[in-house]
């Protein structure tokens, strides 16, 4: 079995190279999927799900003001919470049975140890993040940047609290790339490359 893990700061596609990676490798793309397969188990709906996905929660006030989630049930053991161990112990199982590439969710720290996988950083220059943030969500440079932050510090803080680890540490992963200075195919060859020598010949 052979699995890549794929941290990324926003803006950098690290997604679009992880799905592209799959897709040339043959193997199962986990992303939103986690968050849909955490619905399933949980029986709590897919919509609800996403407002909290990878975001810790926040002792003062409720992740979002829903119905739901203000619920007793969620009062000692935030939906944040509850949804980050659904998705370690999904991730573990998926590990153990099959290759497949997963982005984010603390996968890297989640199965570290694991022989067979591989854990990524995809990361770029903020003027190149900001571009692709711009044309990708039709805003202005100010509001990407803006947004840029945000989400990166949602990420950060959400790995650092479940892992008590350092999202931004290059150390804490097993091969960082800047996505800046490839293209897409050259990525994914230097990613399949990853997988094949070093995931595989661990096995």
Known sequence: ??????GRQYGSNGRRLALALAERL??????????????ERSDIPYEEL??????????????????????????FYPMNDMLYDTQKKIIEELAAREDCVIVGR????????M???VSVFVYAPLEVRTQTIMKRAAIKEKE?????RRIDR?????YNYFTDGDWSNMGEYDFCLDSSRVS?????EILEHLYRTVALERV
Not at 1 to 6: A, C, L, P, R
Not at 26 to 39: M, N, P, R, T
Not at 55 to 73: G, L
Not at 154 to 158: A, E, H, K, P, S
């Open 115 to 117: 022989d067979s996988c």
């Open 184 to 188: 897409v195919e050259q990525a994914v």
């Open 50 to 75: 996403t407002k909290v996905d990878e975001q810790r929660s926040n002792p003062w006030r409720y992740p979002v003001d829903e119905k739901m989630q203000m619920e007793n049930r969620f009062r």
């Open 1 to 6: 079995m052979g699995v890549i893990t794929i």
């Open 26 to 39: 043959g193997v199962h793309f986990y992303d939103k999927e986690l968050i849909q397969l955490a619905s």
């Open 144 to 148: 990407a940047r803006s947004l840029i």
């Open 154 to 158: 949602q990420r950060g803080d959400y």
């Open 106 to 113: 603390c996968a890297n720290r989640i199965l570290k140890g």
